[in-house]
Each structure stands twice: as C-alpha cells, then as structure tokens.
C-alpha cells in the first residue's frame, strides 16, 4: 500500500524532511497524490509537518497496531511479519480463524483498536475498548500432538508474565491457568482455540486480551472490583506498539523453544510466578465444583488440587475461584 511505504520513507528519513518530488519519484505517483496520501496519514493520527520547498516530514507516529508500527523495529521472524490491523471489530479471534482456514501463515497477527464481541474463557465477553489495550490473535500451526495443545496456554501465560514484568517492572503473576495478574488485578486473558481432526492439529488460535493504559473509571462498574490495567498498576502509561513488539518477540522464542524441548522448562517458570499455590480455591469443572490447595502443576499443565482426604485431583479445565 501506498500508505505504509509513504511512513517507511518519512521513517526512514528519521525526522529530516523528504521532497515532494523524491517521495513522487519513488512512490510512483504525482506530487498531489503525495499530498492526498499525507492527508490520508494525518486521519490515521500522523503527526506530518509539510514545508514549502523542504518536503514533508514525520513529527509523531499514533500508538496504534498498524502493521508498519508494529513491524517497525520488529525482531521477530515470523511472529508479526503479517499484520491484518482493524479499527474496529466483532473480534480478532473470529477474524483470525476465518484467515487461518483461508491458508494464512503461521504468525499472521490479527489486531484491533476496538472489539465489539471481544470474547473471553468459558464464553465470557472481554471489555475491549478504544486507545487502551491489546487486542490480538495469533495463528499458530504446531506441529504437536493434539493432547498437547493445552499447553500451548500455560506456555504464552509464562511468555506474556515474563516479558511485562521485564518492560514494564511490575510483579506479574499467573492464576491458573492463564490469567494475569498486576497491582491485585486482572490485566491479561488468554483464549486458545484450535482447529483439528483425529490426532492432527491443523491450527491454533492464540487471541491475547491485555488491558494497557485504562484508568479504572474506563470498566464497567462490574468489573471494576477486579479488572486493572498496566497503567494502573504501574503508575504511568506505556506504548502499546513498543509492548506488542516485545510480545511478540518473546513469544516467538519460547514457542520455537516449547517445540524443541517440550513443556519442562516451562512447568518451573509458571510455577514461579502462580499466584494461586500454596491457597485454598474452589475449582469450578464441567464435573462440578472441587474445593482444595492448589499444590502445583503436572507436566502435561493440569492443576494439582490437594483435597480435605489428603488426596490430588487433577484439575484439566475449571475457572479457578482464590477465595474459597
């Protein structure tokens, strides 16, 4: 698009004025398309100071998940190198199966400013609002087993703590199986969805919910008591393009290292940051509710609830209640 390798130039002129005519020369179109191009930038929240007989120059990029954002600095390699980016949607997770049936590769991001269907575990809606947070799904295609697709969950939930907690400083901990937690607040869910048949996986859906630079005036009042955002908790505000970069980069690299090496290097860093062990919770099943002391977590990533006869139950799939 025109657009994207219009900011590549500007970028790359690293606030030096580009002319007109270069930009047209090189774009390959006229001088007022240029204009037009710019105007079109402006809209999109770029700060681009125009010159008579200089040029034009970049001032200020919006801190939005446009693709060349978020592909501007990107160390990745495959994670990010496509981006489908919306103002708003339904939601990114319906709009990433629809491409990954379509053929899409694996690390397509698809991301949005606003979700009107953000969805969350257990059928739940995820409040996604405008200029705020992180709202992304990432197609995967493991090649793995199918039974070991739930750890691909616990696998992002330790990437995702480990990596705020070293851009940001705050202490991020997990509550099983994949929900974050900052300042004794929610900040970030983890959805996994997945295609397959037999014992084939043909993909996998990692959609990331994080809340980045709401205030609390900006939940609902339900979720007010509970729900909390990086700003809050750290008081002051971050770049949502320069967390999404991060993100992703660390995700990349435990994905490809989980693939080699299996779920073992991973079992003692969740642990390390699980909020819930060593405390009393009630553990909501399709089987029922189990109330126990969450003692840690097998190698396949099930829950180990101790019960009041002494006995483990293994927990595969609950909402997780810490106040029991």
């Given amino acids: 698009m025109i657009n994207e390798e219009l900011i590549r130039r500007l970028k790359a002129a690293r606030g030096q004025f580009v002319s007109g005519e270069e930009l047209s020369r090189v774009l390959g179109v006229s001088r007022t398309a240029i204009w037009k191009h710019v105007e079109e930038l402006r809209q999109a929240g770029y700060r681009v100071e125009a010159v008579r007989k200089a040029g034009y120059r970049l001032v200020a990029a919006p801190d ?29 997770q319906i709009e990433a199966h629809r491409r990954a049936e379509a053929g899409a590769p694996e690390g397509l991001v698809v991301a949005a400013d606003v979700q009107t269907g953000g969805r969350g575990r257990l059928g739940r809606t995820w409040h996604s609002p405008p200029d705020a947070g992180i709202w992304m799904s990432l197609v995967l295609r493991p090649e793995v087993p199918l039974a070991r697709v739930p750890q691909l969950t616990l696998v992002a939930a330790v990437s995702l703590a480990d990596t705020l907690a070293e851009h940001t400083g705050l202490s991020v901990g997990i509550k099983w199986p994949n929900d974050l937690f900052a300042g004794g607040r929610k900040v970030c869910g983890i959805l996994t969805e997945l295609a397959a048949e037999a014992d084939r ?42 967390l999404t970069q ?36 009630v553990a909501r099943t399709p089987g029922g509710e189990f109330v126990g002391v969450a003692r840690g977590i097998d190698d396949d990533g099930a829950l180990l609830l101790e019960q009041g006869n002494g006995t483990i139950r293994k927990i595969y799939s609950a909402d997780l209640d810490l106040h029991a």
């Fill in 246 to 281: 991060r993100l992703l980069e660390g995700l990349e690299t435990d994905y490809d290292t989980y693939l080699r090496e299996g779920f073992a290097p991973f079992k003692r860093r969740w642990e390390a940051r699980a909020i819930s062990l060593g405390r009393r919770v």
């Fill in 201 to 242: 996986v043909h993909f996998v859906i990692l959609g990331i919910g994080l809340n980045v630079n709401q205030k609390e005036e900006d939940f609902p009042p339900e979720l007010r008591a509970r729900a909390g955002s990086l700003a809050m908790a750290a008081g002051r505000s971050f770049s949502r393009v320069a």
């Fill in 64 to 92: 939005r998940l446009y693709p060349v954002e978020v592909q501007d600095g990107l160390k990745a390699t495959r994670f990010g190198r496509e981006v489908v980016y919306f103002d708003a949607i339904a939601s990114t």
